[in-house]
Nanobody, 115 residues
């Protein structure tokens, strides 16, 4: 079955950097669009960034110029490099893909940005 496992979350000060990873299994990874979402306390989940099979990318306006999504098809892994982090970036970050009309989610990894 499809499994998505995130890692790399943690605590960082404002202005710092962090990279989160999502390892996928159970799918032909290279043909799927992968997305990173986040959900902050008391807020709805939102799309942060997505990367297609041809490595085209799109970003939420709030993270453009600070975050970079990338993928390594050989490792079936998608990354989110987060720079210039702000307290408002604090959230649980989850990766997502859709296969056969079904959305698959990882359990998420917590990113906390505070002084």
């Amino acid at each position: 079955q499809v499994q998505l496992v995130e890692s790399g979350g943690g605590s960082v000060q404002p202005g710092g950097s962090l990279r989160v990873s999502c390892a996928a299994s159970g799918i032909m990874f290279r043909i799927y669009t992968m997305g990173w979402y986040r959900q902050a306390p008391g807020k709805q989940r939102e799309l942060v960034a997505a990367i297609g099979s041809s490595k085209t990318t799109n970003y939420a306006d709030s993270v453009k110029g600070r975050f970079t999504i990338s993928r390594d098809n050989a490792k079936s892994t998608v990354y989110l490099q987060m720079n210039s982090l702000k307290p408002e970036d604090t959230a649980v970050y989850s990766c997502n893909t859709r296969s056969g009309g079904v959305d698959y989610w990882g359990k998420g990894t917590l990113v906390t940005v505070s002084p």
